[in-house]
């Protein structure tokens, strides 16, 4: 078992908390002169058929993309902790606040995310379009074994901090608006790994080892159900590139720029979580066998 306690996650939130309004409007604005992903995670310095201005624009779609995929996996956080809260509203105090502080923040990001999406399509200037709608997502997630949907969960609250702590830190490039949106998730999120942590191991307490397996089955198939919906998502991206340029790509290059940036999206909201050592490390104690399955299949997602 973990070492973290309700009493604990909740205090930390409730020093790093921030309002929306400190972070976007009035004259912080996008500079669209800037890339806004890291390089790990837009890969699209080795596509060299690309110049750097139209380098620049797939890096700012998969930035407007990542804006939207984020509030859509937030859709179905929100409601899935408000369940998990539900059933016990009297005996633990700390565990009753901690989880309502955890669906409020993620509440405030799905806003968060939306207002900068608005922003992005104001200064950009060209439509890109995204995956979704997010109910529809939300509802096949949460059709799947609850502990399968905390693991989902726990993936994507570690993927969150590799990606502020690993690449986008100490990124001196990037616009300082997109940064600052992406480190002020990144603070309230590292709550939500632990209060996630807890959750998981209450969902597996009192499972067989049959039934932690169907709990990562569950954990398996709402991965591929996002895989596929990444698949599409790096075409829609390729129109917007498309769009934006004027240009358009054919035959090897464009394989190849999907090839790429299927990958780069596997690695961004899959590998990057399923590879975490604290999210393996949770799973290896639930069984280690589940731990070592999962690690056979990270590799598809590097
Ligand atoms: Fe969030
Ligand atoms: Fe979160």
Not at 17 to 27: A, L
Not at 194 to 223: H, P
Request: aromatic content about 8%; some cysteine; hydrophobic content about 45%.
């Amino acid at each position: 078992m973990s070492t973290y306690t309700y009493e604990a996650a909740l205090k930390s939130s409730q020093k790093s908390s921030w309002k929306i309004e400190d972070i976007i409007g009035g004259e912080r604005a996008l500079d669209f002169s800037r890339p806004f992903m890291p390089e790990s995670l837009a890969r699209t310095a080795e596509l060299d058929f690309l110049d750097a201005r139209e380098k620049r624009a797939l890096n700012q779609i998969r930035g407007h993309a990542y804006l939207n995929i984020f509030g859509l996996v937030e859709e179905f956080i929100l409601p899935f902790v408000l369940d998990h809260a539900r059933p016990q509203l009297s005996g633990d105090d700390w565990r009753v606040r901690a989880l309502l502080q955890f669906a409020g923040e993620e509440a405030k990001h799905i806003h968060l995310f939306k207002r900068f999406a608005e922003e992005f399509r104001r200064g950009f200037g060209e439509r890109c379009d995204v995956i979704g709608p997010p109910a529809e997502v939300a509802r096949a997630v949460l059709a799947h074994d609850p502990l399968g949907v905390a693991l989902v969960i726990l993936h994507i609250e570690w993927m969150t901090q590799r990606h502020y702590l690993d690449s986008i830190r100490d990124d001196g490039r990037l616009d300082p608006q997109f940064k600052s949106l992406l480190k002020h998730h990144w603070m309230e999120e590292a709550q939500h790994a632990k209060l996630d942590t807890l959750m998981v191991e209450a969902l597996a307490e009192g499972r067989s080892r049959d039934e932690i397996a169907r709990g990562v089955d569950g954990y398996l198939a709402i991965g591929g159900l996002l895989d596929g919906a990444l698949q599409k998502q790096a075409e829609l991206d390729l129109a917007a590139l498309e769009r934006a340029t004027g240009r358009r790509l054919a035959g090897a290059e464009r394989e190849r720029l999907l090839a790429v940036q299927v990958q780069a999206n596997r690695w961004t909201y899959l590998g990057s979580g399923m590879s975490h050592p604290e999210f393996l490390a949770t799973v290896g104690k639930l069984d280690p066998a589940q731990r070592a399955r999962l690690e056979s299949v990270v590799p598809a997602f590097c």
